[in-house]
């Protein structure tokens, strides 16, 4: 069993940036793969940027250069630095993970992120 727990979201002008944490527990060592996931009004569910046990990285062409994952293991955290928020960034930010063994999907609950204008 793994809980992740996310945070870091809030309002933020466009040009800002926001550092999100998800923090993991449990049978976090099982993770071989986790993201961050995305949804904002009136859109479906997307994927934002994913990293590997080898911490090879990938990242939606929306968000490609300003945004950066990357995770401590000590500290079982997972982070999404968001650099040069635009108005569209605006969604509910979510971290994944995934147990490769017993092919299990874990989600956190969610943090919001409101870029203004």
């Known amino acids: 069993q793994v809980q992740l727990v996310e945070s870091g979201g809030g309002l933020v002008q466009a040009g800002g940036s926001l550092r999100l944490s998800c923090v993991g527990s449990g049978s976090i060592f099982r993770v071989n793969y986790m993201g961050w996931y995305r949804q904002g009004p009136g859109k479906a569910r997307e994927l934002v940027a994913t990293i590997t046990r080898g911490s090879a990285t990938n990242y939606a062409d929306s968000v490609k250069g300003r945004f950066t994952i990357s995770r401590d293991n000590a500290k079982n955290t997972l982070y999404l630095q968001m650099n040069s928020l635009k108005p569209e960034d605006t969604a509910l930010y979510s971290c994944?993970?995934?147990?490769?063994?017993?092919?299990?999907?874990?989600w956190g609950q969610g943090t919001q992120v409101t870029v203004s204008s």
């Open positions: 994944y993970a995934r147990d490769g063994l017993i092919a299990r999907d874990y």
